[in-house]
């Protein structure tokens, strides 16, 4: 798993052939959804079609999460119980309201990963209510299981009572405010998607303007919007410097026999590890 957090981008379940095209995907992370791109009568199936790709996981390039469908939606246990796999990385939750909701969900799956002997899946919950705007340093502190958290954006606004438009201004407090919590949380923030397939040059300057509030990367919706989102969140000076630092002192920690270690003061594992080889892996390929 990268552990880079630059694009997340959303693959209906419901899809055979799409699910299959994801294994070409160079996204950061492949989410397979189970929740908006699927209608409630097919939900079933694309559970199972989720099922049947995790067992070609060796196949995918990218991380590998799945969206659920939402806590209010009665609907994540028999999410959970298909797609808590081998093979899965971990799970977006959409519509995350309260840390009560998430460690309803990760009780869950404690039970499923100790009955499937799985190591822990990672959480990224997805912020889209006013409530969940308010939380949102809360829900990102809430578990070691949380990797990142999301802006939705749309349903925000609906919550808000406001018309989608390009840049809403109803949105710009909420956008403002989650990189900054999650940034507290020492966890990365991805922001919302572009909806506008045809206005590339709006999907760069919406990701340079995403990058100027803090976020580390963009939920996506179509693949041709992958590497014009990467080019705009290369790693930063700082990052690299970071990595480089990660990099050297594990291989060094290894060699004498130990696995963590620190680096400015804070512990360094094969995680920090991983995603500094990843960050100094796109340099090299620039």
């Not at 309260?98 to 869950?108: P, S």
């Not at 954006?153 to 956008?175: C, H, M, W």
């Not at 963590?260 to 594992?269: F, P, R, S, Y």
Request: charged content about 30%.
């Amino acid at each position: 798993m990268t552990q880079l957090f630059r694009s997340l981008i959303f693959v209906p379940g419901n899809n055979a052939r799409f699910l299959e095209k994801a294994k070409q995907l160079k996204a950061d992370i492949v989410c397979f959804d189970l929740e908006d791109s699927v209608p409630d009568k097919e939900k079933t199936q694309a559970r199972k079609l989720i099922k049947t790709a995790l067992k070609s996981r060796s196949e995918y390039i990218s991380s590998i999460f799945a969206r659920t469908n939402s806590p209010l939606s009665g609907k994540i246990p028999a999410d959970l119980e298909e797609i808590v796999q081998k093979g899965i990385d971990g799970i977006v939750i959409p519509k995350v309201n309260n840390v009560k909701e998430l460690k309803k969900i990760e009780k869950n799956l404690l039970t499923l990963e100790k009955k499937r002997k799985l190591k822990p899946i990672q959480i990224i919950p997805s912020i889209e209510s006013s409530e969940g705007v308010v939380n949102t340093y809360n829900i990102a502190s809430s578990s070691k299981r949380v990797c990142a958290v999301v802006f939705g954006v749309f349903d925000l606004l609906n919550d808000l009572q406001i018309e989608y438009t390009k840049n809403p201004e109803g949105a710009k407090y909420s956008r403002a405010k989650i990189p900054v919590d999650a940034r507290a949380a020492n966890v990365a923030s991805i922001d919302a998607i572009w909806q506008d397939l045809k206005d590339l040059k709006g999907l760069e300057n919406d990701c340079k303007a995403g990058k100027n509030l803090g976020y580390t990367g963009k939920s996506l919706i179509h693949p041709d919007q992958i590497s014009i989102t990467h080019k705009i969140f290369y790693p930063s000076k700082s990052e690299i410097t970071w990595a480089e630092k990660v990099y050297k002192s594990y291989l060094e920690s290894v060699k004498k026999g130990k696995g963590a270690t620190t680096v400015e003061g804070k512990m360094i594992d094969e995680v920090h590890f991983k995603q500094a080889e990843e960050i100094l892996k796109i340099t090299k390929n620039k």
